[in-house]
């Protein structure tokens, strides 16, 4: 089938030239052929280039070579790094891709990272629960200085203010 379809178009390439007919010389009239097959003169086969090959089913594969070198652009290369060891888990943008600053170009994952976010959210734990423990002794302190009217002395005995007695 495909070399039935090659003849046909490599036919009707021949025949769409355009050169003037040669009505001189009376061509004689092909055989009788059978339908599907396309028989070519010796004049019509020296002016193409024509391929016989079995039919088979396959891919058709162009090699082509191009000597070349390629390199990165040094003015527009920019290396990354990061300050903790990770594995990158995924890549945001593309190579060649035009990318703002701050802008998030990979997800690392990192077992440094996790251990310090982890030690982060125990600090901050503690420092709320230092708050808390802070505002509710003041908040005891201030009371107890307002009920008694004296203000504690370092050994936790209370002077009154109006007479200095102890």
Do not use: W
């Not at 003169?41 to 058709?60: D, F, H, K, N, Y």
């Amino acid at each position: 089938m495909q070399c039935l379809a090659a003849c046909t178009i490599v036919a009707l390439s021949i025949a769409c030239e355009n050169k003037p007919a040669d009505t001189s010389a009376a061509k004689p009239d092909p055989p009788t052929t059978q339908p599907g097959v396309l028989r070519l003169t010796p004049e019509e086969l020296s002016r193409i280039q024509l391929e016989l090959a079995p039919v088979a089913q396959g891919q058709i594969l162009s090699h082509r070579q191009f000597p070349a070198t390629v390199q990165a652009n040094q003015n527009e290369l920019a290396e990354v790094t990061t300050l903790i060891r990770g594995r990158v888990v995924k890549v945001h943008v593309d190579v060649g891709q035009d990318v703002r600053k701050r802008a998030l170009l990979a997800t690392l994952h990192s077992v440094d990272l996790g251990m310090a976010e982890g030690e982060y959210l125990k600090d901050k734990a503690r420092l709320e629960e230092a708050e808390r423990s802070y505002g509710r002794a003041k908040e005891l302190y201030d009371n107890k200085s307002g009920e008694s009217g004296g203000t504690p002395t370092p050994r936790g005995r209370h002077e009154d203010r109006a007479s200095g007695s102890a």
